[in-house]
């Protein structure tokens, strides 16, 4: 079981195969960590679907907007999405995008960000300096591993729940 020194800043995501525990980095991105608690303590990132899970890539939720909706038609729409409240500007740090860390998702506009994000597979360095990193998963990544491919996936994996570990 990992060590949560910092409750405030864990988040406690429940997948199919089980718990992955992701330590938040309110120094490094506080906007994108308080966006996260919000939307994690309010349910909306509960039942949201991985709609784009790249092999060798990355995993992508939190379109709250579409990502909880059974129906193929939306399914389709995941990923165009966001939450109702306002978009949440760039936070670039020196933190790699590296296997397990959580970066947020947007369109060509670095200040789009808003409740997608996305779980690496693996190192992409790529994506330094041009995606917010705000977390790091410290347990569970097999679970991570184990998300459905696709694009979208015909049968996705889920958030079941999204809690913030203080109040879990």
């Given at each position: 079981?990992a ?10 995501m ?5 718990t992955v525990?992701i ?8 906007k ?5 608690k ?6 909306q990132y ?9 092999e060798?890539f990355?995993a992508?939720t939190?379109?709250v907007q579409h ?6 038609f ?5 990923g165009?999405?966001g939450s109702?409240?306002?978009n ?6 020196k ?7 959580i ?9 789009s ?10 190192d992409?360095d790529?994506?330094n300096?041009?995606?917010?990193v705000?977390g790091?998963?410290i347990?569970?990544?097999?679970h991570?591993?184990?998300i459905?491919r696709g694009?979208?996936p ?5 958030m ?9």
């Amino acid at each position: 079981m990992a060590e949560i020194k910092d409750p405030e800043n864990t988040i406690l995501m429940e997948l199919k195969g089980g718990t992955v525990t992701i330590q938040l980095l309110p120094d490094v991105a506080p906007k994108h960590v308080e966006r996260m608690k919000e939307l994690a303590r309010s349910g909306q990132y509960d039942n949201v679907a991985f709609h784009r899970v790249i092999e060798g890539f990355m995993a992508q939720t939190g379109d709250v907007q579409h990502g909880d909706m059974e129906d193929g038609f939306n399914l389709r729409m995941a990923g165009t999405g966001g939450s109702d409240m306002p978009n949440v500007p760039a936070e670039f740090s020196k933190i790699p995008h590296a296997r397990g860390s959580i970066g947020a998702a947007r369109s060509a506009n670095p200040d789009s960000a808003n409740s997608q994000f996305f779980i690496n597979f693996k190192d992409n360095d790529f994506l330094n300096g041009q995606y917010t990193v705000y977390g790091q998963v410290i347990e569970g990544m097999e679970h991570v591993d184990a998300i459905t491919r696709g694009e979208p996936p015909a049968e996705p994996d889920r958030m079941i729940s999204v809690k913030v570990a203080a109040d879990a």
